[in-house]
Nanobody
Framework: QVQLVESGGGLVQAGGSLRLSCAASGSIFSITTLSWYRQAPGKQREALADISSGGNTNYAGSVKGRFTISRDNAKNTVYLQMNSLKPEDTAVYIC?????????WGQGTQVTVSS
């Protein structure tokens, strides 16, 4: 079992920045891909960014150039640096880990961007 705990959400003005963290614990051996998703009210969950164990990254078009995903394997933590935030970025941001083909999810952290 893998447990994921997100932190760093909050209220920010448009144009501002936030850095989200997701700490993994439990049976973390062989975690491969770590990802960030978000879900806004009434919308489907959206994949934002992922990072492999080797550090390769992928981004959704909606956040590319504004968000940066990174991971610290020594701390078992994945980060999402979010810059140039827009009101439409308002959502619950959720961490995901893949281990041996199984997905684990965190509870999420709320990000609210005011105009």
């Amino acid at each position: 079992q893998v447990q994921l705990v997100e932190s760093g959400g909050g209220l920010v003005q448009a144009g501002g920045s936030l850095r989200l963290s997701c700490a993994a614990s439990g049976s973390i051996f062989s975690i491969t891909t770590l990802s960030w998703y978000r879900q806004a009210p009434g919308k489907q969950r959206e994949a934002l960014a992922d990072i492999s164990s080797g550090g390769n990254t992928n981004y959704a078009g909606s956040v590319k150039g504004r968000f940066t995903i990174s991971r610290d394997n020594a701390k078992n933590t994945v980060y999402l640096q979010m810059n140039s935030l827009k009101p439409e970025d308002t959502a619950v941001y959720i961490c995901n880990a893949i281990q041996r083909g199984r997905h684990y999810w965190g509870q999420g952290t709320q990000v609210t961007v005011s105009s």
